[in-house]
């Protein structure tokens, strides 16, 4: 996804339009398509905002003052995509803005509560949870308008049909299914007893698969990342394969060559708390706490979230293992 600041410009415009229908349209599509970097066909169209303008958003290391963003940011698309329910372009990039809002702003507070807040936890867990499938639907939507019975199919749980459907995805739609698979197995990871998440957690996986078949560095091994977390979590019914998780992980690190802390925290959680290795736990965190979030500079926001991470769990290490 294009994220770039030039929404606030672009939705405000929209209310000076005049009212002639035909001019309206065209303007909002125009929009529409300029913040999503996809067109109303959901095929990518070339870049709109200069590599400054996208640095000033996925390049921020104030946490609090992107997520005070987030939100009016998020909202605006909604509208914006209300205005425009045809655009699949834009359908897939408001999806994946509820899904990163979720993850980097939801989910990522909430894990860090002490018992003490229990139940506010589980508030904060089931609002993560709405945004992840909320913008699942976005894109799972928009892509069945590009290819019909695709949502059926790869919702329906039965792996033929499942198969069939990720075939179907070409390289325009790697952003879409990325996100699509990461907010359905983000909100399986948060409540793997609900059953309309446990039986179709397969679609998640294909969607993800054929990412990394399509586009492997996709992301900086993005869709290794969560591959990973998911094949080391999952129980060998459902899908779990430790050999396919260290494989993912081995991927991840090899794209991203160590310039983002991503690998080694998912390594830590995914791979050595199940193993109770402590000391592999301790030693891929501290790894994550040496990157620079410089060496990336257009994900600044992510290796800061991501290390905040790595921090809380290195202070809690006495949490997740048991000693002999």
């Known amino acids: 996804m294009r994220v770039s600041p030039v929404w606030a410009a672009g939705c405000a415009a929209l209310l000076l339009l005049p009212s002639c229908a035909t001019i309206k349209h065209s303007a909002v599509d125009a929009v529409s398509t300029a913040l999503a970097g996809y067109d109303k066909k959901g095929v990518p169209v ?24 987030f939100p ?48 506010e936890q589980c508030a904060e867990f089931a609002r993560a949870k709405m945004h992840y499938l909320r913008g699942r639907d976005d894109i799972l ?29 070409s390289a325009d739609d790697v952003n879409a299914a990325y996100w699509a698979g990461a907010g359905w197995l983000g909100a399986f990871s948060l409540d793997p007893l609900d059953d309309s998440l446990l039986g179709t957690a397969n679609g998640a996986v294909a969607l993800l698969e054929r990412v990394a078949a399509l586009e492997p560095e996709y992301g900086n091994g993005a869709a290794w990342n969560v591959l990973c977390a998911f094949y080391a979590s999952a129980p060998a019914d459902f899908g779990g394969n430790a050999g396919r998780a260290r494989f993912c992980y081995e991927e991840s690190l090899r794209i991203s060559k160590g310039r983002l802390p991503d690998p080694y925290v998912i390594y830590a959680q995914s791979l050595c708390v199940p193993a109770n290795d402590s000391a592999g736990f301790a030693e891929a965190l501290g790894k994550a706490l040496a990157v620079s979030p410089d060496d990336m500079p257009d994900s600044r926001l992510s290796t800061v979230i991501m290390q905040k991470k790595a921090r809380w769990l290195l202070e809690h290490k006495e949490d997740y293992f048991i000693d002999w």
């Open 72 to 119: 009016a940011a998020l909202k605006l698309h909604d509208m914006l995509r209300a205005s425009n329910p045809a655009h699949i372009g834009f359908a897939e990039s408001t999806g994946a803005y509820h899904v990163i809002y979720a993850n980097a702003f939801i989910q990522a507070d909430a894990e860090t509560l002490p018992v003490s807040r229990y139940d």
């Open 141 to 169: 939507g928009a892509l069945g308008r590009k290819y019909p019975r695709f949502r059926e199919d790869i919702a329906s749980g039965d792996a033929a049909r499942v198969g069939r459907a990720a075939s179907r995805l």
């Open 46 to 69: 070339a870049r709109q905002t200069t590599p400054e303008a996208v640095l000033a958003v996925t390049g921020e290391t104030d946490t609090t003052l992107a997520a005070g963003f």
